[in-house]
Structure formats: structure tokens, C-alpha cells
Nanobody, 123 residues
Framework: QLQLVESGGGLVQPGGSLRLSCAAS????????IAWFRQAPGKEREGVPC????????NYADSVKARFTISRDNAKNTVYLQMNNLKPEDTAVYYC????????????????WGKGTLVTVSS
């Protein structure tokens, strides 16, 4: 069974950058579409970006376009989320999730979820 573990969260000042990692075990990642989601306190979960199993297709929420970049290294069984120009409204717990579909971006299509990593953007 696929297991996902996120890392790289922390406290960063507005305008700063972080890179999140999502490491997989139990199976190879290259069969799965991957997405990052986030959930801020008191808010609904939001899809951030998603990436196809090959890495050839990506999609981004309008709120993070031009600031966030999703990528994957299937050889390392890891997906990354590079976050630049962070804003206070980016504060949330970030989750990676995997779908058995080769490309999926919606939460209900995800089968496996990590436990999340907290990102706090504050001065």
C-alpha cells in the first residue's frame, strides 16, 4: 500500500520561499497522479497544484499560479512543491495525495493521503 510523508513545512516570512517534499513508500509513484492540497483553520480544503504520473501535465489553482511549482522525481519516489513569494494567506496544512488515475486534481479522486505539513507565513 502506498504511503505518503510530507516534509519541508515551517515558519517563513512573507515573500519567502519553501520547498515541500512528498516521499512515497510501499509502491512506486510513477503509476499515480499526485496533487497537493491545503487546509487553513476554519476553511475548506483547497486543491493547490496537481501533476500527472509522467510529470507532463500540471494544473494550478489561480491563487498560486506563477508562485508555486509542482514537480516530481519518480526515480526518487518523491514529489515536490516549490513555493515562492509566500503570502500570509498561504498559511495552512499542506497535504499530498495520490490517485490511481494517471492525472487527477480533485480530492474525491485521491486514494492515498499523507498526514500533512504545516506552513506558516508570518512576520
Amino acid at each position: 500500500q502506498l504511503q505518503l510523508v510530507e516534509s519541508g513545512g515551517g515558519l517563513v516570512q512573507p515573500g519567502g520561499s519553501l520547498r515541500l517534499s512528498c516521499a512515497a513508500s510501499g509502491s512506486t509513484l510513477d503509476d499515480y497522479g499526485i496533487a497537493w492540497f491545503r487546509q487553513a483553520p476554519g476553511k475548506e480544503r483547497e486543491g493547490v497544484p496537481c501533476i500527472s504520473s509522467s510529470g507532463g501535465m500540471t494544473n494550478y489553482a489561480d491563487s498560486v499560479k506563477a508562485r508555486f511549482t509542482i514537480s516530481r522525481d519518480n526515480a526518487k519516489n518523491t514529489v515536490y512543491l516549490q513555493m515562492n513569494n509566500l503570502k500570509p494567506e498561504d498559511t495552512a496544512v499542506y497535504y499530498c495525495a495520490a490517485s490511481i488515475r494517471h492525472y487527477a486534481c480533485l480530492g474525491y479522486l485521491m486514494r492515498y493521503w499523507g498526514k500533512g505539513t504545516l506552513v506558516t507565513v508570518s512576520s
